[in-house]
């Protein structure tokens, strides 16, 4: 009775997550050689991301009968299911990324403290990058694997 095909769920985590560091330095200057160096770590890091569960509705759902509005009910609910598992591998790929920022190190050294400094944060920045990078790659290869495995077996009826 459905006249036109459902929407596709999908699962998404925004790429605008947020990270708020708590980093710590420790500039330190050498008489002898005239350098300062820095040396920066971050010790801690809040994450803040928005993740999306989009799923289908059956807008002629009021005028089809009880038993199938049952299957499309039975069906959102499977749906819901799979999705709730795409939300979990996020969640565990976000402590992944959050753990991989932790401790990050940089070291700069200059004959200025604010060249020393901002070496040290170019070598955070770069590590950062990677990191977040590598959250993105991975998060995006759990979908895949999870929808291979079974995600699109799930119809309506």
């Known amino acids: 009775r459905r006249s036109k095909k459902a929407s596709a769920a999908e699962t998404k985590l925004s790429h605008n997550v947020i990270e708020i560091f708590d980093a710590r330095l420790n500039t330190t200057y050498d008489t002898q050689t005239c350098l300062y160096t820095t040396q920066a770590v971050i010790a801690d890091v809040i994450i803040q ?92 290869a759990d979908g895949k694997r999870r929808d291979a495995n079974g995600g699109h077996t799930i119809r309506p009826y």
């Open 49 to 140: 991301a928005t993740i999306t569960t989009t799923l289908p509705t059956w807008r002629e759902r009021g005028s089809a009968s009880q038993a199938e509005q049952a299957k499309w009910d039975g069906y959102l609910e499977q749906l819901k299911g799979f999705q709730a598992e795409h939300a979990k591998d996020t969640f565990v790929r976000l402590d992944q990324y959050r753990s991989s920022l932790l401790g990050l190190r940089g070291t700069g050294s200059g004959n200025k403290r604010e060249s020393a400094m901002q070496m040290a944060a170019n070598q955070i920045n770069a590590k950062y990058a990677e990191a977040k990078n590598t959250l993105f790659q991975n998060y995006n």
